[in-house]
């Protein structure tokens, strides 16, 4: 298993600033990923955060609007640029060991965009 | 990726065995069934994860028929902290670049 921080666990944010989310993991993975979740929905995966690389983004997902870093193997960054109030959810970031099949999760963070 | 389908919601009382059902189809011969539990606030964890017949682990038990069609999970004695929203995935977890495709969900409620 792994242990997963998200900074900030919440935030409310003016519209058209830009806020960035950490994902901090206790030991090396191999895949880390970021999903959003909008208030009473499922899960939508954003992007896969790629070490050393641009990011792979899902459709509907652009890297103007959430550039992604993943520096190391430990350690991704997500940013949800110029926001707008359509931008509150919940972000999550999670990991991913490769050839196994579980999938980790962080808290997530919360944000709220006026 | 193949999609699914389970019940919106669920009612539930303490101490029976829940069963909630998902259709996937158009499951590949490659893909696993995999489901997860989320608690309001929490990132979603890992129950149980099949590929055909019968699967259990300490929390619960996942049946597979064999068209592989689709899939239950079931929670034996259910309690109130098992309300949550459980999600039934399908996909070649090997092979697919490790994405998690999410449904809508089901949403268990148990009461006392």
């Known amino acids: 298993s792994a242990v997963i921080s998200q900074k900030p666990s919440r935030d409310i944010c003016q519209r058209g600033t830009s806020l960035t989310i950490q994902c901090q993991v206790d030991?090396?993975?191999?895949?880390m990923f970021w999903y959003r979740q909008q208030p009473g929905q499922s899960l939508t995966l954003i992007a896969t955060a790629n070490q050393g690389s641009e990011a792979t983004y899902e459709s509907g997902f652009v890297i103007d609007k959430f550039p992604i870093s993943r520096p190391n193997l430990t350690f991704s960054t997500l940013t949800v640029s110029n926001m707008s109030p359509e931008d509150s959810s919940i972000y999550l970031c999670?990991?991913?060991?490769?050839?196994?099949?579980?999938?980790?999760f962080g808290p997530g963070t919360r944000l709220l965009v006026l | 990726l193949a999609k699914t389908t389970q019940p919106i919601s669920m009612d539930s009382y303490e101490g029976q065995e829940v069963n909630i059902t998902c259709s996937h189809n158009n499951i590949a011969t490659n893909d696993y069934i995999t489901w997860y539990q989320q608690f309001p606030s929490q990132g979603p964890r890992f129950i149980i994860q099949g590929y055909k017949t019968k699967v259990t682990n300490e929390v619960a038990s996942l049946f597979i028929p064999a068209d592989r069609k689709s899939s239950t999970l079931s929670l034996p004695r259910v309690s109130l902290s098992d309300t949550a929203v459980y999600y039934c995935l399908v996909g070649d977890i090997y092979n697919q670049g490790g994405k998690l495709i999410f449904g809508q969900g089901t949403e268990l409620s148990v009461k006392p």
């Open positions: 999670s990991v991913r060991w490769d050839r196994q099949e579980t999938q980790y």
């Open positions: 030991s090396q993975v191999t895949m």
